[in-house]
């Protein structure tokens, strides 16, 4: 067996990623109880075939790592492909991939149902009744391609830089969209990020830029969640296993949930707040930790602008930590533990006795908020601003056992062509009104539609479907079916939802295992980066055979968005807009890019 790399023993060592060293335990005379498969095996993996039992059938896979898409956590999976049938048989975790470590969600392994649904989306399909009507016919990708590229060319030859837009609704990839549109010189991203984590976000930036937190729960002696996170919140498989860790290591569990969630049912303190009222908690619980001296002076002194906020504020006074101290706690004087308690509806002894806890966790003071409170009430950006304020009152910023920015865990990757920004602006996605709109302001796009204060030529919908999720679903219907104000629909998409029914193309597009995308997320405390591929893909360059695009392996026609982008600019181009120069090979003179070159 190969022997593990310096690397994969630093990070064993780290606990990064489990150690896989003893692969194999011996049972004696029971045979031998495998724990992974190495990776040098990975080609030629057997297993005995469970549905001949008792008879000992040998089955030969070849294990190929992609990663799941069935939430932003981009947890490791295995594809199983059965080397007699080429076909993908199971997923299981991939122990490799340091932010699942091998471990998943029921929706992980799940992934096997979702291709092998019955019901999904093989070809590209063009409406052929109204919108809505529920006609459509099978074209050819070719067909797909040359209709939109000259739908796309002649918007842009308008010189409008805010009629050709991308909506999506689950993010996949580092900037690959993003580099599209500006290669194509529109500002022309949106997002579904204002009914999801932008109150939360806000509230984060504007302590330092950085707008998600990124928690050491594994090292914490507190860990403060603002939310479910064991079982339901963002990045809660990987979150949820550093959670336990740290449990197992001592730290306290604080929920502030107002439901008895499987994860306020694990807690030591389950804290059920009035929905909204978290900011009063929090002050009080700043309030707390000035009063017992328990900040951090020297973070606060070296990395907070306190003699900004004294020279603002108090401008006679004299410009002195101390005295800055004593001017917070007049000002935060009324979020006492017993205006918290009525705030928050919950009893004034748990707002002291958790808030004790929270005092002495010092730089091991772990807090989460993503969406929950942040995001379901007016206001709600409060909630993440002054939750992260605990951990700038006790330095647990960027400690081991506290909440680092997120972006310090953020891998970006540099690519091989940047075109410019655009020169436009888009009011449908940030309209002058909202001037401190953290993200587009995506829920209110079909009212603005509606208000007659702009026209879309050609509308991306990527895995994205507010007619179902978002509250107006019948007003995202008349946008969508008005075809004055928007020229062309296309559903981006591996399953029928109620956006696409619709569209005027509804495209393809393929599972976790069916696509390329590059993944860094701040699950944990660490930086990492994962490689998101087609697996039958794979499978075929393994055995020897080459693959021009990624649809050639999928099952039906499915594509993926990476080949599409490319081969759609390609079109759009007819040779004098600029366009084609950033989809050329860095590694073949004058040639357009290939999926393998650009993510070589
Ligand atoms: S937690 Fe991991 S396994 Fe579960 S859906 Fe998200 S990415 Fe997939």
């Known amino acids: 067996m190969k022997k593990d790399s310096l690397i994969e023993r630093i990070a064993v060592k780290l606990k990064i990623i489990p150690d896989l060293s003893r692969r194999e335990i011996n049972l004696k005379n029971h045979g031998i109880l495998r724990k992974y498969p190495s990776p040098e095996n990975w080609h030629n993996h057997t297993e005995l075939d469970a549905q001949a039992w008792p008879k000992r059938i040998e089955k030969k896979y070849s294990l190929i790592p992609t990663t799941c898409?069935?939430?932003?956590?981009?947890?490791?999976?295995?594809?199983?492909v059965d080397k007699e049938t080429g076909k993908v048989s199971k997923f299981e975790g991939n122990p490799h991939h340091p932010g699942s470590r091998g471990r998943n969600c029921a929706k992980g392994p799940a992934t096997i149902n979702q291709i092998n649904d019955t019901e999904r989306i093989l070809f590209p399909l063009r409406r052929k009744g109204d919108r809505g009507s529920g006609e459509w016919e099978r074209i050819s990708w070719e067909e797909a391609l040359d209709d939109i590229a000259s739908k796309i060319r002649s918007s842009l030859k308008t010189g409008a830089k805010d009629k050709v837009v991308y909506h999506v609704g689950r993010p996949g990839h580092e900037g690959y969209t993003n580099r599209v549109l500006k290669a194509w010189g529109v500002d022309g991203h949106n997002s579904h990020t204002n009914i999801c984590s932008a109150g939360a976000r806000t509230g984060y930036a504007l302590w330092h830029?950085?707008?998600?937190?990124?928690?050491?729960?594994?090292?914490?002696?507190v860990i403060l969640l603002t939310s479910s996170h064991l079982e339901t919140g963002h990045y809660f498989n990987p979150h949820a296993q550093r959670i336990l860790e740290g449990m197992m290591d001592g730290?306290?569990?604080?929920?502030?949930?107002?439901?008895?969630?499987n994860t306020a049912a694990m807690a030591d303190h389950w804290l059920p707040t009035w929905p909204g009222s978290e900011p009063a908690l929090f002050l009080a619980w700043a309030k707390i930790i000035l009063e017992k001296k328990l900040y951090d002076r020297e973070f606060i002194e070296n990395w907070v602008n306190w003699d900004e906020w004294m020279k603002a504020e108090h401008p006679k006074e004299k410009c002195e930590f101390d005295r800055f101290i004593e001017l917070l706690l007049i000002e935060?004087?009324?979020?006492?533990?017993?205006?918290?308690?009525?705030?928050?509806?919950?009893?004034?002894e748990q707002v002291i006795e958790v808030g004790e806890v929270v005092a002495s966790a010092g730089k091991r003071l772990c807090t989460h908020v993503?969406?929950?409170?942040?995001?379901?009430?007016?206001?709600?950006?409060q909630v993440s601003r002054t939750l992260h304020?605990?951990?700038?009152?006790?330095?647990?910023v960027g400690t081991e056992g506290g909440t680092a920015p997120n972006s310090w865990s953020k891998f970006k990757p540099e690519l091989f062509d940047e075109p410019p920004d655009p020169d436009g602006w888009n009011e449908l996605h940030f309209p002058p009104e909202y001037t401190l709109s953290h993200f587009e302001m995506s829920h209110i796009l079909p009212h603005m539609i509606k208000e007659g204060r702009g026209k879309?030529?050609?509308?991306?919908?990527?895995?994205?479907?507010?007619?179902?999720?978002?509250?107006?679903?019948?007003?995202?219907?008349?946008?969508?079916?008005?075809?004055?104000?928007?020229?062309?629909?296309?559903?981006?998409?591996?399953?029928?939802?109620?956006?696409?029914?619709?569209a005027d193309y509804v495209l393809p597009m393929g599972h976790a295992s069916e696509r390329h995308d590059i993944n860094s997320y701040a699950t944990s405390a660490g930086k990492w980066v994962a490689f998101r591929q087609p697996v039958l893909r794979e499978f075929s360059r393994r055995e020897g055979k080459d693959v021009e695009f990624t649809h050639e392996t999928n099952p039906g026609e499915v594509w993926e968005e990476d080949e599409f982008w490319i081969e759609l600019s390609w079109k759009i181009d007819d040779g004098t807009m600029g366009i084609r120069e950033h989809f050329m090979s860095p590694y073949r003179e004058n040639e357009k890019i290939t999926i393998d070159e650009y993510y070589k």
């Open 389 to 396: 304020f605990l951990n700038v009152l006790t330095g647990s």
């Open 251 to 261: 730290a306290k569990l604080i929920v502030i949930d107002p439901r008895l969630s």
């Open 332 to 348: 935060y004087e009324k979020y006492t533990p017993e205006y918290a308690a009525s705030e928050c509806r919950i009893p004034v």
């Open 370 to 381: 993503w969406r929950a409170a942040a995001i379901g009430n007016l206001g709600g950006w």
């Open 69 to 80: 898409f069935n939430c932003e956590s981009a947890c490791g999976l295995m594809a199983y």
């Open 456 to 502: 879309m030529d050609v509308y991306f919908t990527r895995v994205f479907n507010p007619v179902w999720t978002y509250p107006d679903g019948f007003t995202w219907i008349e946008m969508l079916q008005n075809k004055e104000a928007l020229g062309c629909h296309i559903a981006l998409t591996p399953t029928w939802n109620e956006t696409a029914f619709f």
């Open 209 to 221: 830029k950085h707008d998600r937190p990124s928690p050491d729960h594994a090292n914490a002696k």
